[in-house]
């Protein structure tokens, strides 16, 4: 079945760096678009980035624009959130989750991963 | 971006009673495709979200005939036909067709 293990969450300060680690099982990520969503402390949803299933499209909120980076390696059938200078507000739980099958209904993820706790702080 | 907002926030239902929510969008949720990417997720407490409903009405594998999804263009609605205590949790709506993805504020389900 669909497994989605996100590992790499830390408390860092302002400034610092982070890379976040999905491990996906029961698929396989290079046929399916793949996100991260995350969810601040008491708080709602924000979708932060997006794969396409070929790697052609990457999308970012205006909020990590330019600080992070969505990657992937099809042979560990891993994706990965690089995270440049971290900002307090960037504190929430980040979740991997599965998007559709190719470009179908891309944007709509539906397998969850548990999630990751990201806390900057000095 | 578009705006999804949901109502109510709070909704204490009692158990066996029907339970509806309302999710607005802020524009079109029609993709160029003629396809309405409109979602369900349920997050019980302490879990990751799991989606229940996808493309307004559709539902996902597992998920008990008791939700059903409705809708078009702007305005959408969820529906529980009977409240049992596993739905406690918070529901939010999301869309899909336009980047960024954007979700509702959250519905807080509770059983009275």
């Known amino acids: 079945q669909v497994q989605l293990v996100e590992s790499g969450g830390d408390v860092v300060q302002p400034g610092r760096s982070l890379r976040l680690s999905c491990a996906a099982s029961g698929f396989s990520i290079n046929t399916h678009a793949m996100h991260w969503v995350r969810q601040a402390p008491g708080k709602g949803l924000e979708g932060v980035t997006v794969i396409s299933y070929d790697e052609n499209n990457k999308y970012y909120a205006d909020s990590v624009k330019g600080r992070f980076t969505i990657s992937r390696d099809n042979s560990k059938n891993t994706l990965y959130l690089q995270m440049n200078s971290l900002r307090p507000e960037d504190t929430a739980v980040y979740y991997c989750?599965?998007?559709?099958?190719?470009?179908?209904?891309?944007?709509?993820?539906?397998?969850w991963g548990q999630g990751t706790l990201v806390t900057v702080s000095s | 971006d578009i705006v999804m907002t949901q109502s109510p926030l709070s909704l204490p239902v009692t158990l066996g009673q029907p339970a509806s929510i309302s999710c607005k969008s802020s524009q079109s949720l029609v993709h160029s495709d003629g396809n309405t990417y409109l979602n369900w997720f349920q997050q019980r407490p302490g879990q990751s979200p799991r989606r229940l409903i996808y493309?307004?009405?559709n539902r996902d594998s597992g998920v008990p005939d008791r939700f059903s999804g409705s809708g078009s263009g702007t305005d959408f609605t969820l529906q529980i036909s009977r409240v049992e205590a596993e739905d406690v949790g918070v529901y939010y709506c999301m869309q899909g067709t336009h980047w960024p993805v954007t979700f509702g504020q959250g519905t807080k389900l509770e059983i009275k």
């Open positions: 493309r307004v009405s």
């Open positions: 989750a599965r998007g559709a099958f190719q470009y179908f209904d891309w944007l709509s993820p539906d397998y």
